[in-house]
């Protein structure tokens, strides 16, 4: 076997997840990639950066995070080697509460070299269980990971989420409703607080009544719409429940500080959303940093232009 063969047999051991650029790149130094066609004319090739999660990392998959729970109700995890605890950050999918995956969550490499724990968690999607199943199962998780904390060196006082879309709705509801009953749930670790401390929110949904205004229509409150799927029946016959699945809903004081990302041409998540969620964090005195991105729409050139900001967010609230 090959030196080459042999690194990318080490890779896949410790997780395809966190290996996955390496992979593509080792992939095309041993021929693997399809061959150029002969009639496109050749471009100077580029230099590929190889990203490597750090020597000695632990890597585990598919954790169960409810005791004999749903299939979906698993995680990743991921810890950098280190003498003492270090601060965990968590990524939540999207996929309009009803596709997605945790496997492959952003910039994981990254953020394992920079001394974090990594985890990547799957929920419940709508056709399988309605509002607030989801919540309840991301709360369930942090709950089993602060309760598992001594296991896995992580520091159970430095949690940070993020998630883009339905994730971002999601980690939305973790940073505003910290030990809130209505939408607690009694998964898994009971005793355990589901606050978090950071909370970087990329264009997720924020007030499912104000919707529509937002959005200039009116079908996206039709019964086959994502939001009417996610609660189970048209938004407007189920105002109570919209508005419990809405993170402005349940802004207070003692928030998690927010960092929002959000682009100005986003055709399924109207940039007012981030905007009026921004202002009520900022009115209740939470600390809440919002960046919209010129052009951008609901895609990953959001999180792509703010790589900065989203290392220096999670270096201040979980690096002190």
Known sequence: MTDTSETRMRLLKRGWWLALPTLIVLTAMVGGLPAQDKKT??????PKTVVVIPEGTKVEKNLAYVEKGHARQILDIAVPPSEK???LIVWIHGGGWLGGSKENPPTAAEFLKQGYAVASINYRFS?????PAQ???????IRWLRANAKKYNIDPDRI???????????????GTTGEVKEVEGEL?????????QAVIDVFGPADFLKYAEHMGKDDVFGVNSLLSKLIGGPVLDKKELAKLASPVAFVTKDDSPFLILQGDNDKLVPHQQSEEFHEALKKAGVTSELVIVPGAGHDSTVIAKNSVKVNDFFAKWLKK
Do not use: F, T
């Open 41 to 46: 004319p050749e471009k100077k090739a580029q």
């Open 85 to 87: 605890p270090v601060p």
């Open 127 to 131: 056709n399988q269980a309605i509002y």
């Open 135 to 141: 919540i309840h199962d991301c709360k369930a998780a």
């Open 160 to 174: 940070g989420v993020w998630g883009a879309s339905a994730g971002g709705h999601l980690v939305a509801l973790l």
């Open 188 to 196: 898994g670790n009971p005793k355990m607080s589901s606050r978090v």
